[in-house]
């Protein structure tokens, strides 16, 4: 059974930073993308970024380039979203997804992670 389960999420000040995670686990192929995205209220859902397991390569939406990395722990099958700097504007409910590959749509999803942004 997938599990991709996020955590990390929580209230912050405008300018402070948060790490989510996320952590999989029962996946049917070891070779694969992880995806974060986010949807806040009244918005339709948006990729941040995602990140190739094989090679660590990474893609990053305009809007938070710069301001946010992903990372990967091989050993802890785990994927993080370090974001600095944030933004009212980056406040929604964070999502970790995964695909097989660019050729595939992310088709397992985690239950995902409120992320609020005080001004």
């Known amino acids: 059974q997938v599990q991709l389960v996020e955590s990390g999420g929580g209230l912050v000040q405008a300018g402070g930073s948060l790490r989510l995670s996320c952590a999989a686990s029962?996946?049917?192929?070891?070779?694969?993308?992880m995806g974060w995205f986010r949807q806040a209220p009244g918005k339709e859902r948006e990729i941040v970024g995602r990140?190739?397991?094989?090679?660590?390569?990474?893609y990053y939406a305009e809007s938070v380039k710069g301001r946010f990395a992903i990372s990967r722990d091989r050993a802890k099958n785990t994927v993080y979203l370090q974001m600095n700097s944030l933004k009212p504007e980056d406040a929604a409910i964070y999502y970790c997804?995964?695909?097989?590959?660019?050729?595939?749509?992310?088709?397992?999803w985690g239950q995902g992670t409120q992320v609020t942004v005080s001004s």
């Open positions: 997804a995964v695909r097989r590959s660019s050729l595939e749509s992310y088709n397992y």
């Open positions: 029962g996946l049917p192929f070891s070779s694969y993308d």
């Open positions: 990140i190739k397991w094989s090679d660590g390569s990474t």
